[in-house]
């Protein structure tokens, strides 16, 4: 059976974009986490820092929202064959990432800022304090959720799961 000239083109479009969606969640995940965040806490307070670090992180985690699930539905496009072991591992990997930035961004993050208004200063709150006790639990969880999509991402690309095929 002949497929239509359309359909190709979608699968190919998806297949392209799929991992330039890839290549953005995992850098941008890299460039957050290991560039921007240490550069705004080595050049201002702690107070400060948490400032504006805090006022980047809804964009951020909206950013890796949206990522993961268009890599989703862009993987699900490209066609792959539903038999593969490596298909399986990596639809497990997309569900697992849209899942935790859900939560992420739904449920831990609105948390977390919750408790942070309630700390009107890292440099004064002892580090004893209940809050700042919570706040290092969550954001320690926080911390490791962000290496594990990133984790997630690179092992995605490193599998290449989406073979392109001649059709």
Sequence with gaps: MLLSQEY?????????????LLSLWTGGIALFTFIITPVIF???????????????FPGYFLYNLVLS???FILFLLTGTEMVQQRFRVSLFCLVIAVLINLFVYFRLHPEIRIIK????????????DPLRKKFR??????????LLLLADGVSLL???TVKKRSV
């Excluded at 190709?8 to 330039?20: D, E, G, R, T």
């Excluded at 208004?117 to 004893?128: G, N, P, R, T, W």
């Design 8 to 20: 190709i083109i979608v699968k190919n479009v998806a297949y392209y974009l799929y991992y330039v």
């Design 42 to 56: 080595k050049s201002y307070s702690r107070d400060l820092a948490g400032e504006i670090v805090g006022q980047l």
């Design 69 to 71: 699930i268009l890599a």
């Design 117 to 128: 208004k309630e700390i009107h200063s890292f440099e004064a709150v002892s580090s004893d």
């Design 137 to 146: 639990r969550l954001h320690a969880l926080s911390a490791a959720l962000n």
């Design 158 to 160: 490193l599998t290449g």
